[in-house]
């Protein structure tokens, strides 16, 4: 039996917890298609359906295009082969149907932000509550300590954003940050993968509650640096969020959401 250490730091735990991670997590051969389709599910089951608002995107192989839903579905009705293959004006390049006029911004961001393969923008409703007080997300608890530092705020609402000039805007205001909550609006998160943009968009929802029903009782209280950005920078490790986008499909899958892979 080997003797029981008390003294490892935490650098060496969070190694291992890595390493280990990455080779026991099986991750299926799903196609974009598929992880969108299964993104628009794992949302549309938090709520973060809205009529026909909402989108779920992902850049193209090709420079220039990107991967958008068939316009006129709901998140929870998006199979992979509602979803179009599109270039920066909104041509449909692969699929049949339009595009929805309102996910040009995202062109723009794709255009700025080198590292952004994926974008999640929803209206889902402690999101939208949040947004109609004119004040930022503040993360606070280790659940939400994702977007410590890493979501901006846009106060300004330019109206529905299907010009060049919201895209402007709303990309400038994003800057370096993963997400950003847009004011009278909704929330908009980027990854470098589908997996990452589609758990920060369902983290997001859940702070916005967890900030609501806080404000509701009393004064928050800020994080402290250093275990905030520790907290972070571990839930945004890629083994984690493929771990959690997993959990989150295997229960659509399981639940009857299996004809979005179709």
């Known amino acids: 039996m080997s003797e029981f250490v008390m003294d490892r730091t935490k650098s060496e735990f969070d190694m291992r917890v890595s390493k280990e991670m990455s080779t026991h997590l099986e991750k299926?051969?799903?196609?974009?298609?598929?992880?969108?389709?299964?993104?628009?599910?794992i949302l549309a089951n938090q709520g973060h359906g809205s009529g026909l608002a909402g989108q779920v995107t992902a850049r193209g192989e090709k420079p220039g295009t990107m991967w958008t839903g068939r316009f006129g579905l709901g998140l929870e009705e998006f199979r992979s082969s509602n979803f179009l293959l599109v270039d920066e004006d909104l041509n449909v390049l692969e699929g049949e149907g339009m595009a929805n006029p309102a996910n040009r911004f995202h062109l723009w961001i794709y255009r700025v932000r080198a590292d952004v393969n994926s974008i999640v923008h929803t209206h889902p409703p402690n999101v939208s509550a949040l947004s109609m007080l004119g004040v930022p997300l503040k993360p606070s608890h280790m659940d939400t300590a994702m977007f410590y530092n890493d979501c901006a705020f846009l106060e300004h609402w330019p109206g529905p954003p299907i010009g060049d000039e919201e895209g402007e805007l709303i990309s400038n205001?994003?800057?370096?940050?993963?997400?950003?909550l847009l004011a009278h609006h909704g929330q908009l998160s980027t990854g470098k993968n589908i997996e990452e943009a589609t758990i920060l968009a369902y983290n997001f929802e859940h702070a916005a509650r967890l900030q609501l029903l806080a404000m509701a009782a009393g004064e928050i209280k800020e994080l402290e640096h250093t275990p905030a950005?520790?907290?972070?920078?571990?839930?945004?490790?890629?083994?984690?969020?493929?771990?959690?986008?997993?959990?989150?499909?295997?229960?659509?899958?399981?639940?009857?959401?299996e004809d979005a892979l179709d």
């Open 229 to 257: 950005q520790d907290a972070h920078d571990f839930m945004l490790k890629d083994s984690i969020i493929d771990a959690v986008f997993l959990y989150q499909a295997r229960l659509r899958i399981s639940s009857g959401d």
């Open 28 to 41: 299926p051969a799903w196609s974009p298609k598929q992880k969108l389709a299964l993104s628009a599910r």
């Open 173 to 180: 205001a994003l800057g370096d940050k993963r997400a950003i």
